[in-house]
């Protein structure tokens, strides 16, 4: 659960019989819609931008529906978060397995791939909402409150591609593979994000809606990134 304790005006916290869904499947339908839209709504607005009388009205139902579902504004944002943390979880926890059941050489190029690819297929070829909530995840990540959220859900993830690129690099500074996934996760929710501060940079000759033409580069700059970092901390003798 978040920490925001956002308490909704007792007028709108008050249950309705017009909010109640009718039939068990009118119901997950309604609270899919109320997820769908409060996503979309909270990647372009942030927590603090949105109501719940806008999730109601974009979703198109009545207000009272929403605390039917859930207990509060936060309450709904955790529903939105959680809906899909757990299967991208998942998909990064199979990915990086499959890669070490390959039984090929572990390298620092296939343990970002593994962890990274997930991600960008599921942006590409996913449904739509899921570009919503990657740049919602991105802006979460830059608050006070929300690396708690993203320590509950990812940080399981991290540790396995860590343990990983031990592997990879054995004898390299654990220190220096925490500081390296740090830059690596900045790099990667930006890509996902899809600002297009690039593209006016560039003058177009870069388009960071384009994840395919991204992903080479971003897979080249992190993995370079955890090379780079633990040869200077060898040549330097502090490795």
């Keep these: 659960m978040t920490k925001l304790d956002h308490k909704a005006p007792a007028k709108s916290r008050k249950k309705s019989g017009r909010g109640r869904p009718k039939h068990s499947d009118d119901g997950v339908k309604a609270r899919g819609r109320l997820l769908d839209a409060a996503e979309a709504l909270f990647a372009e607005r942030g927590f603090y931008g949105v109501t719940t009388r806008q999730v109601a009205d974009a979703a198109s139902v009545d207000v009272a529906l929403i605390y039917y579902h859930f207990k509060n504004k936060s309450s709904l944002f955790d529903g939105v978060f959680e809906r899909r943390a757990r299967p991208l979880v998942a998909a990064r926890s199979d990915s990086l397995h499959a890669y070490l059941a390959n039984g090929g050489k572990v390298t620092v190029e296939g343990a970002v791939a593994a962890f990274i690819n997930p991600m960008i297929d599921l942006s590409l070829h996913g449904d739509a909402g899921w570009k919503s909530y990657f740049a919602l995840v991105a802006q ?100």
């Design 140 to 239: 979460i990540d830059n608050t006070p409150w929300g690396g708690e959220i993203i320590h509950h859900y990812f940080d399981d993830n991290v540790h396995e591609l860590i343990d990983i690129l031990q592997s990879a690099l054995p004898g390299s500074p654990k220190k220096e593979l925490y500081w390296a996934y740090n830059f690596l996760a900045g790099s990667m929710m930006l890509a996902l994000s899809g600002t297009e501060r690039v593209d006016r940079l560039s003058e177009g000759l870069c388009r960071a809606k384009d994840l395919e033409a991204a992903r080479l580069r971003l897979l080249n700059y992190c993995a370079g990134g955890f090379l780079a970092m633990v040869t200077a901390e060898r040549l330097s003798g502090r490795a």
